[in-house]
């Protein structure tokens, strides 16, 4: 029997049910190597676009950075990269990425995600992860198909997926279908018809200005 798998049975004796929560393991394994002195295994990092980079700079200047948990504008609790983690809206970190979180500093066991502090990788890691998400949706639709390999047109289709969630864009029929059909301005003029564009003017007027050009502003 190994010295570590001794260790992992004596807590497991002592502390039953404690390998059942989320990132228990992972969290546990990397404090142990860290007082035998060890190198912790490297947590494998997923391979970066130039679209998703290109979003992840995009939603930094749209959504800001902050490593720790706030208040967005609707009260809801947010962190990062504007990353919802408040349950009452649907927002959370996932386990798998909790056990990420854990293993990076093992001192957050046992701690709500509002006291966590991230670092930068970790801020872009959820980002990334909120990125697939959405487009794993409206890459389906026509209209992101329509647009090609068209970068920032890209960019602005997920932007609106971020702020509006990908069913509240789905709602925006007509601005899909023309951009569908090739009618890049005719679809940011109507998009800037919306409560959304009243709401919030400034961010609608950059986003749609990336679907009449193709080109970041």
Do not use: C
């Not at 992840?56 to 950075?65: P, T």
């Not at 349950?87 to 046992?110: C, F, M, V, Y």
Request: glycine residues 8%; positive net charge.
């Amino acid at each position: 029997m190994s010295d570590r798998k001794h260790v992992f049975d004596t807590v497991n004796r002592y502390a039953d049910g404690i390998w059942n929560k989320p990132g228990a393991i992972v969290a546990f394994d990397a404090a142990l190597d860290k007082l035998l002195g060890l190198e912790p295994t490297p947590v494998p990092t997923k391979p970066v676009s130039d679209f998703d980079k290109a979003v992840i700079a995009h939603l930094r200047d749209e959504e800001g950075v902050r490593p720790e948990a706030y208040r967005d504008h609707l009260g809801y609790w947010t962190i990062g990269i504007g990353r919802l983690i408040d349950p009452r809206k649907g927002g959370r970190i996932t386990p798998e990425e909790d056990a990420i979180l854990l293993a990076n500093d093992p001192s957050r066991q046992g701690k709500s995600w509002r006291q966590y502090v991230l670092t930068e990788p970790e801020m872009n890691m959820l980002k990334l992860n909120d990125i697939e998400r959405f487009v794993s949706v409206i890459s389906k639709w026509p209209a992101w198909k329509a647009v090609g390999d068209n970068i920032p047109r890209k960019v602005a289709l997920t932007s609106m997926a971020f702020q509006l969630g990908a069913d509240g864009l789905a709602k925006f029929k007509n601005s899909l279908r023309m951009v569908e059909q090739g009618r890049f301005a005719d679809a940011a003029d109507n998009f800037m018809k919306s409560k959304w564009a009243r709401q919030t003017p400034e961010r609608a007027g950059r986003v749609t200005q990336m679907i009449r050009t193709g080109l970041f502003s």
